[in-house]
């Protein structure tokens, strides 16, 4: 009888920075370890995630029951990408209601597979309540952190301190974190709307307080970064939660993959014949992930600002703020009067609908630099191939990342705060110029990306025959180390003081 493989189970939340990296994570273990992966989320998103996958993977989804009109949300709200901003925090809300359903669906796994255990359960940073179940059911469980260490551990210290509620009171406009001083000042401005307004009685508060905590009960953190430029954020959850933090990116999902999971948008072929056409190192991308867009006003300033560059550009358009984010493109309404026209005729500008594939973009000799909102999956994708980038954050853990990326790394220039902030087209076009021209700020910001390209390279560097590993394929290691190590395993009544219980080894116990 053939071996039984390992069997890992995977559940991301559902929003596509989420389920992005898990996705890519999936697909990276089934290759390597030939590890059988039971991917599971919401029956929408199994749906979507089936076109997906490349015709040789054998990663089973497997769908979990989810009604949103039972949660206040509109019908078939499965994923962040559809519903509005201010109804995110009830969709994770809605989440925590898988717990019983997720519980039962892992024993069902169990017995299925005449009581061999799943090696592990890797799950969410917004689904804590995963690690309780784990041990309920006898598994190791680990989270997974598509956003990077430092922005993380930003965005963990506030949400769980809210120092700047007193700084707010008091009239001051900076504050640092109480446990994670390294981070240095943070302004009221680098934080996202929701956690602005936060007072530890609204949903977000209540909602984190609940939930981030219990990190403290799982095996340990997975993080989608590179520990040489990322090591202060993975440094601070080490010390704060006595967990080990596995630093394993990039891992990211092929351009490949993506296409085959997208709605609309330009294809590869023909953004690669435009981009094919312009000089070396020539062209602004354009930006803002699959949440997230900028106001009306906004979009006619960012519009002015590439005119006035006279920078080329490939720029992906969202609906505005205000508009349905399923809206047809509305050139007339949403940018100055003719600019469509005007960036077609001088072909200066390429304009997308919704969607495009970012690293076929980003790998291109022709691409310059990233005008992007930095979130965590954008940023490993632009630094993997040397971009530097314009960062303009917009929600979460964004205005941290662009922080890292500015004060630490040296890799970006910032050009805004904020999804409605005030920002004017002759501001916006001097730091295009800035980044894109042979200053010598220019230069070195070039350089850095580079030189952070060649740290990513060795990261992920699995040489066999020359036996190197780099940092982040070490890690992998360490973390199915600490998985098989560490797995709950049952033993008989006598075993366990009677009981029939499962009790967990961890590595002490050896």
Same mark, same amino acid.
């Given at each position: 009888?053939a ?14 920075g989420h389920?992005?990296?898990? @996705?890519? @994570?999936?697909?990276l273990?089934e290759?390597?370890?030939?590890y ?5 989320n919401t029956p929408?998103? =199994?749906?979507?995630l089936r ?8 990663v089973?989804l ?7 009109s039972?949660?206040?949300?509109p019908?078939n709200t499965e994923?962040?990408?559809v519903v509005?901003?201010?109804?995110v925090?009830?969709?994770?809300e809605a989440?925590?209601?898988?717990r019983p359903?997720?519980?039962q ?10 009581g061999?255990?799943? @090696?592990?359960? #890797? ?12 041990e ?10 598509g956003a ?6 930003c965005?963990y210290?506030i949400?769980l301190n809210?120092?700047?509620k007193?700084v707010?009171?008091d ?5 640092l974190l109480?446990?994670f001083?390294e981070a ?14 936060a007072?530890?009685?609204?949903s977000w508060s209540?909602? /984190? ?7 403290t009960?799982?095996?340990? =953190?997975l ?7 990322d090591?202060?954020?993975?440094v ?5 939660l006595s ?7 990039? =891992? ?6 993506r296409i ?11 953004c ?9 190192k020539?062209v ?11 106001s009306?006003?906004q979009m006619m300033e960012?519009a002015k600002?590439?005119e006035?560059?006279?920078?080329h550009? #490939?720029w ?10 399923n809206?047809e493109?509305?050139?007339?309404e949403?940018?100055?009067e ?6 077609r005729?001088s072909?200066?500008?390429l ?6 594939p970012?690293?076929?973009? @980003?790998s291109?000799?022709?691409t ?6 930095c979130?965590w999956?954008s940023?490993l994708?632009s630094?993997?191939h040397?971009v530097p980038l314009?960062?303009?954050?917009? +929600? ?5 990342n662009v922080?890292l990326?500015?004060?630490q790394v040296g ?11 005030e920002v ?7 730091k295009?110029?800035?980044l894109?021209?042979d200053?010598e ?5 070039r350089r850095?990306?580079c030189e952070?390209?060649?740290? #990513?390279?060795?990261a992920?560097?699995d040489?066999?025959e ?8 070490? +890690?992998?290691?360490e973390?199915? /180390?600490?998985?098989?190590t560490?797995?709950?395993?049952t033993?008989?009544?006598n075993?366990?003081n ?5 009790r967990?080894?961890?590595v002490?116990?050896?």
């Amino acid at each position: 009888m053939a071996e039984k493989r390992e069997n890992v189970v995977m559940f991301p939340f559902m929003a596509q920075g989420h389920i992005i990296p898990f @996705l890519a @994570l999936a697909l990276l273990i089934e290759k390597t370890r030939n590890y059988k992966i039971t991917f599971v989320n919401t029956p929408l998103n =199994i749906k979507k995630l089936r076109s997906s996958l490349p015709s040789d993977s054998c990663v089973q989804l497997l769908e979990i029951p989810f009604n949103s009109s039972e949660h206040g949300l509109p019908p078939n709200t499965e994923n962040c990408d559809v519903v509005p901003y201010h109804l995110v925090v009830r969709l994770l809300e809605a989440s925590a209601s898988l717990r019983p359903v997720f519980k039962q669906l892992v024993e069902d796994i169990i017995r299925q597979q005449d009581g061999q255990r799943p @090696l592990c359960i #890797i799950g969410d940073i917004f689904f804590g309540w995963m690690a309780g179940v784990a041990e309920e059911v006898g598994l190791f469980h680990a989270v997974l952190s598509g956003a990077g260490g430092f922005g993380l551990a930003c965005y963990y210290s506030i949400w769980l301190n809210l120092p700047h509620k007193q700084v707010k009171k008091d009239g001051g406009d900076h504050f640092l974190l109480p446990d994670f001083q390294e981070a240095s000042k943070i302004e009221l401005t680098q934080l996202p709307l929701t956690m602005s307004v936060a007072d530890g009685r609204d949903s977000w508060s209540i909602f /984190h307080h609940k939930y981030l905590p219990e990190w403290t009960k799982s095996g340990g =953190i997975l993080f989608n970064t590179v520990e040489e430029f990322d090591d202060i954020g993975l440094v601070y959850f080490k010390r704060k939660l006595s967990k080990p933090v596995w630093a394993v990116g990039p =891992i990211l999902l092929s351009t490949e993959n993506r296409i085959r999971a997208s709605m609309g948008g330009a294809t590869p072929e023909y953004c690669k014949a435009w981009l094919d056409s312009k000089p070396e190192k020539s062209v602004l991308f354009v930006s803002f992930g699959s949440m997230n867009t900028i106001s009306p006003s906004q979009m006619m300033e960012l519009a002015k600002a590439l005119e006035l560059s006279g920078r080329h550009f #490939i720029w992906v358009v969202r609906p505005p703020i205000g508009f349905d984010i399923n809206s047809e493109f509305k050139a007339n309404e949403w940018l100055p009067e003719g600019f469509e026209e005007r960036m077609r005729e001088s072909e200066k500008g390429l304009l997308v609908n919704k969607w495009a594939p970012q690293q076929e973009i @980003l790998s291109h000799k022709s691409t310059s630099v990233f005008l992007s909102h930095c979130g965590w999956n954008s940023v490993l994708e632009s630094l993997s191939h040397g971009v530097p980038l314009l960062g303009w954050a917009m +929600a979460a853990e964004q205005f941290f990342n662009v922080k890292l990326l500015v004060e630490q790394v040296g890799v970006c220039v910032e050009v805004a705060r904020g999804k409605t902030c005030e920002v004017k087209h002759e501001e916006v076009a001097a730091k295009i110029k800035l980044l894109m021209s042979d200053s010598e700020k220019g230069k070195e910001m070039r350089r850095k990306a580079c030189e952070v390209r060649e740290m #990513i390279e060795s990261a992920m560097k699995d040489d066999d025959e020359g036996g190197f590993k780099g940092f982040s394929v070490k +890690a992998m290691d360490e973390f199915f /180390h600490a998985a098989g190590t560490m797995r709950f395993q049952t033993h008989t009544p006598n075993q366990l003081n009677g009981t029939n219980q499962p009790r967990v080894q961890r590595v002490d116990d050896f």
